[in-house]
């Protein structure tokens, strides 16, 4: 389904793609509120948009955005340290866009895992060496 082979063994290990062509299937279209191909929607077993990722992006971008995914959907079964591997895993892609939200992410999980409030601390520590000046740095600076 798609052309690099890490995405394909990604999807193939973690996910039920379905793929839908807009103009065949108009109904999804409606549904989901596509505005733009390619959209890449991540459902919880309920049918619950977890994801959405609109346009092509680089590998490494895309998996990072569906290892965030994976993040999400383990916080909607309050599964917080399966959550803060694929956050953490994602926080790994430096050069991405997911590097820094799955370090915000990864810090939330532990400190609803745990609800040590240190934790929290510790997250916008983390921002003041890493990924500092991005919005997600903003966001953990009021900790």
Known sequence: MYPAPAVTALIDAQFVPVRQ????????????AIRWTP???VLS????EIRRI?????EDEFIGQLELALGHLATTKKDWRTAERWFETASGRE?????????????VARYSGS????????????????????SWAKRASVW
Not at 22 to 32: G, L, T
């Open 21 to 32: 062509h807009v103009k065949q299937q108009p109904q999804a279209w409606h549904r989901f």
């Open 45 to 48: 077993p309920e049918g619950k």
């Open 95 to 107: 050069h991405t866009d997911a590097g820094p939200e799955g370090q915000y992410w990864a810090g």
């Open 54 to 58: 609109e346009g092509f992006l680089p």
């Open 115 to 134: 609800h040590a409030h240190e934790e929290l601390a510790e997250l916008r520590r983390r921002f003041e060496g890493r990924y500092a000046g991005t």
């Open 39 to 41: 959209t890449v929607l």
